[in-house]
C-alpha cells in the first residue's frame, strides 16, 4: 500500500488560476457574442426589409450601412449607460461599506464571521479568520466577502461600450458583404442564409466557451432568426407592393 503523503502544498490561486474557468470569459464573451448576433441580426433584417422592397441595390446599400452605424453606436451607447449606473451602485455600496466600518467596527467585524461561518468555518475559525483579514484589510474584505465585488464582477463602462459596439460592427458587415456582392435577385434569400449560418457558428462558439448545449443554442437562434427576418421580409414585401 503506497503511503499518502500528508503533507499538501498549498498555493495561492492566482489569476491565470481564476482565468482557466468560464467564469472570468464570461462577461467579455456574453457582451461580444450579445453584440456580434444583434449586429448579423438586426442588420440583416433591415437589408431583407429594404431588399424585399426595392428594385435598386443602392438604397439597400444605404439603409444597411446607415443600420449598421446606427446600430453599433447606439449599443455601445446603451452598454456604457447600463455599466456606468452598475458602477454608480457598487460604488455607492462601497461608500455605505466604509461608514459603516467607521460607525460600528465590532458589528461589521461580527457580520464578516458570520459570512464565514456560513461558509462553513468552525465559528471560533470564522471570528480568527474576520479578525485577521481586518487588520490586513477591512474594507478590501468586505467589498469581498459581503458585497460579492472582485476584479472579475468589477464593472468596466468603457471596455464594455467599445466591446459591445465593436463586436455588433463586426457582426453588421457580414450582412453588408452580402448586400454588396451578391445579385441583387438572391439578395434576399442569401441574407437569410448567410445570416442564419453566421448565427448559428456564433451561437455554437458561444455554447461551447460557456460549458452549455450547443445544439440548444444553434436550434434558439435559428428559430429566433428566422421569426425576425421573416417578420421584415414580410413587411418590406408589404411596403413594396404598396408603393407599386
Ligand atoms: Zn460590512
Redo the contacts with the bound molecule.
Keep these: 500500500m503506497p503511503s499518502v503523503s500528508t503533507e499538501k502544498t498549498v498555493t495561492t490561486p492566482t489569476n491565470d488560476y481564476l482565468a482557466t474557468h468560464y467564469v472570468q470569459r464570461s462577461n467579455w464573451l456574453r457582451a461580444a457574442v450579445l453584440g456580434a448576433n444583434d449586429g448579423i441580426l438586426s442588420t440583416a433584417s433591415l437589408a431583407i426589409g429594404v431588399a424585399a422592397a426595392s428594385v435598386a441595390r443602392e438604397p439597400v446599400i444605404l439603409a444597411t450601412v446607415a443600420g449598421l452605424v446606427a446600430g453599433a453606436l447606439s449599443m455601445a451607447a446603451g452598454e456604457y449607460v447600463s455599466v456606468s449606473s452598475q458602477t454608480d451602485v457598487e460604488g455607492a455600496d462601497i461608500l455605505r461599506?466604509q461608514k459603516?466600518?467607521e460607525d460600528m467596527p465590532e458589528l461589521?467585524l461580527q457580520?464578516?464571521a458570520e459570512i464565514y461561518e456560513q461558509r462553513g468555518l468552525k465559528k471560533e475559525t470564522a471570528m480568527v479568520v474576520a479578525q485577521e483579514l481586518t487588520n490586513h484589510d477591512a474594507l478590501g474584505a468586505?467589498i469581498r466577502d459581503?458585497l460579492g465585488l472582485n476584479d472579475i464582477s468589477k464593472a468596466k463602462p468603457i471596455q464594455a461600450a467599445f466591446a459591445s459596439g465593436a463586436s455588433f460592427t463586426v457582426g453588421g458587415i457580414l450582412p453588408l458583404l452580402v448586400v454588396l456582392f451578391v445579385p441583387l435577385s438572391f439578395v434576399e434569400y442569401s441574407l437569410y442564409g448567410f445570416g442564419i449560418f453566421f448565427l448559428s457558428v456564433l451561437g455554437a462558439l458561444a455554447a461551447k466557451a460557456g460549458g452549455s448545449s450547443i445544439a440548444k443554442a444553434v436550434v434558439r437562434i435559428t428559430f429566433w432568426g428566422t421569426v425576425a427576418m421573416g417578420l421584415t421580409a414580410t413587411v418590406g414585401y408589404l411596403f413594396g407592393v404598396s408603393l407599386a
Design positions: 461599506e459603516e466600518l461589521e457580520r464578516l468586505h459581503e
